[in-house]
T-cell receptor
């Protein structure tokens, strides 16, 4: 089956620093990837849609200048949390759909747990 | 906002069938019912989806009522590894909405020995 990986799996950083999270589709090309955030005991919240070769589309209430998304190739999307603060601590998950499948058969990465001190 | 309603939690004995209900009374004619699950601290996993006919795959069965206002996900022989949060999602397959999935609160299924 399709595999989506994320790196790193967890990261701890100091307040004010920036953190980059990578999302890769390992065995397929993905023109579109999605980024979600999940706080403890809560459901996943869609943050943005990452489009290869163009600007990301952000959901309402998500600061595009704080959460920078770059989809530079068909197998890699990156999410950079700029000037991270403790309230940004969360579980970040990406997903993608292999070509030929309906968009909703999404394959998710294992997630990246961010802790901001 | 999510268009589905699910019980917050359910228990199931190992080896028995787990039946997870979902209400989607406002579902539109072109919207599918999708089920995903999330095991603790992992990314969600696709289980199954359907439009109006019942569906079955190697993981589960999906029963959709005739009026399509509710559905039930059935895990025929639950194991301890099926303990997870199960999400029922309704939306149009593909289309111009870009494939976005809107997750509700889901049902936390606990399979007990």
């Amino acid at each position: 089956g399709a595999v989506v990986s994320q790196h790193p799996s967890w990261v701890i950083c100091k307040s004010g620093t920036s953190v980059k999270i990578e999302c890769r589709s390992l065995d397929f090309q993905a023109t579109t990837m999605f980024w979600y955030r999940q706080f403890p005991k809560q459901s996943l919240m869609l943050m943005a849609t990452s489009n290869e070769g163009s600007k990301a589309t952000y959901e309402q209430g998500v600061e595009k200048d704080k959460f920078l998304i770059n989809h530079a190739s068909l197998t890699l999307s990156t999410l950079t949390v700029t000037s991270a603060h403790p309230e940004d601590s969360s579980f970040y998950i990406c997903s993608a759909t292999p070509p030929g499948l309906a968009y909703n058969e999404q394959f998710f990465g294992p997630g990246t747990r961010l802790t901001v001190l | 906002d999510a268009k589905t309603t699910q019980p917050t939690s359910m228990d199931c004995a190992e080896g028995r069938a787990a039946n997870l209900p979902c209400n989607h009374s406002t579902i539109s004619g072109n919207e599918y019912v999708y089920w995903y699950r999330q095991i603790h601290s992992q990314g969600p996993q696709y289980i199954i989806h359907g439009l109006k006919n019942n569906e079955t795959n190697e993981m589960a069965s999906l029963i959709i009522t005739e009026d399509r206002k509710s559905s039930t996900l059935i895990l025929p022989h639950a194991t301890l590894r099926d303990t997870a949060v199960y999400y029922c999602i309704v939306r149009v397959a593909g289309g111009n909405q870009g494939g976005k999935l809107i997750f509700g609160q889901g049902t936390e299924l606990s399979v007990k020995p």
